[in-house]
């Protein structure tokens, strides 16, 4: 395994880190049109790297076979959404600030249900930076430069969702360094889905634009079914659109700039 891509695929858990050790410096509970401001940027992000980092680059790659160029874009983004679908139904979970948790029913802890909730948020971030490095390990479409806008992009918008996430859970009664660690945690599951898709990527080379595709349905899932209702709900949902802007020409030009 290359330098280059153990780099990418620990940067966005960095990201992380960095976002739950505000639990430390911050003395109360996150404001509701900060947390909106800041799930709107994340929403963004994502927006702006499934398209760009993800779906053109799915298109483009299979155009330079010579075979239809948006069959496998159309393919792995709806399946990637059917299978976000099918671990939120079955995974059980509760979102922060919510009472009522989803997927199967399970004697867990809230703590726990959390976690799963982040977990579940976090996984497609991961496949989108593992299938970028793997694009670019194998000359695919994909620049070294343009893999690492993708795992900076992914862990710049980790910041504030690495709070959002040990914020709660400090609210909710765990010590500070608890929080800390179970914000931390949340993200290893990045590294560790990036790992699987390069290495499912190595194995079957021909499916790496499905596999693009894939990792950008999964994460437009998360963004329209989770992100966006959570910073529109309530007054002031104007401030989450400024973060979705902002979030968006971030990457956008980030994905532009280094690609």
Request: one cysteine or more.
């Amino acid at each position: 395994m290359t330098t280059s891509l153990v780099i990418g695929l620990l940067v966005p858990l960095a990201g992380t880190m960095l976002g739950s050790s505000f639990v430390f410096f911050m003395r109360s509970e996150m404001s509701a049109g900060l947390q909106k401001v800041l799930l709107g940027f994340a929403s963004g992000v994502m927006v702006a790297a499934s398209v760009w980092s993800l779906l053109i680059p799915s298109i483009e790659m299979e155009s330079s076979r010579g075979a239809w160029p948006v069959g496998p874009a159309v393919m792995g983004f709806m399946a990637g959404i059917g299978f976000l679908l099918l671990v939120d139904a079955l995974t059980p979970h509760l979102h922060p600030g919510s009472k009522r948790p989803e997927g199967l029913r399970a004697r867990l802890s809230k703590t726990a249900m959390l976690s799963l909730a982040v977990t579940i948020h976090n996984l497609p971030e991961g496949m989108a930076v593992g299938v970028v490095c793997a694009g670019a390990s194998q000359g695919e479409q994909i620049s070294l430069t343009g893999a690492l806008a993708v795992a900076i992009g992914i862990a710049i918008q980790n910041i504030p969702e690495g709070a959002i996430i040990s914020m709660p859970m400090r609210a909710a009664g765990n010590s500070r360094w608890r929080s800390f660690l179970i914000g931390t945690l949340s993200g290893v599951v990045e590294p560790i889905g990036g790992l699987l898709v390069v290495w499912l990527a190595s194995v079957f080379v021909p499916a790496l634009p499905y596999m693009l595709a894939f990792a950008a349905g999964a994460m437009m899932y998360v963004v329209v079914e989770e992100l966006i209702p959570e910073a529109s709900q309530g007054a002031h949902s104007n401030i989450g659109t400024i973060g979705f802007a902002i979030g968006f020409v971030l990457m956008m030009v980030m994905d532009v700039v280094m690609g």
